[in-house]
């Protein structure tokens, strides 16, 4: 079994930057795309990021990029967002995913963590 576990999230003011990260535990992160979604309060989940196991093929939502970039470092089975440029429209339940079943931008993955709160204040 994975468990997979975010971090980093918080308070940060319009225009400022964090830094998530989600920890992958267990014996199936070898070899699995991961996924960053969001979810804000009385809205769908939607996609953020996606990469792939050896991080080669990135892919970001339209509202995101050139402001996040997703990484991931193997040796400690975690995948990163780091998020710049912080609009009070990212306020959302940030969420990591590993494995998707289907185009990597549904979000039909395998493992989920609980999600992390980042909150943008204008």
């Known amino acids: 079994q994975v468990q997979l576990v975010e971090s980093g999230g918080g308070l940060v003011q319009a225009g400022g930057s964090l830094r998530l990260s989600c920890a992958a535990s267990?014996?199936?992160?070898?070899?699995?795309?991961m996924g960053w979604f969001r979810q804000a309060p009385g809205k769908e989940r939607e996609f953020v990021a996606a990469i792939t196991w050896s991080g080669g093929i990135t892919d970001y939502a339209d509202s995101v990029k050139g402001r996040f970039t997703i990484s991931r470092d193997n040796t400690k089975n975690t995948v990163y967002l780091q998020m710049n440029t912080l609009k009070p429209e990212d306020t959302a339940v940030y969420l990591c995913?590993?494995?998707?079943?289907?185009?990597?931008?549904?979000?039909?993955?395998?493992?989920w963590g609980q999600g992390t709160q980042v909150t943008v204040s204008s």
């Open positions: 995913a590993l494995r998707p079943r289907t185009n990597w931008r549904q979000s039909i993955y395998d493992y």
């Open positions: 267990g014996r199936t992160f070898s070899g699995y795309a």
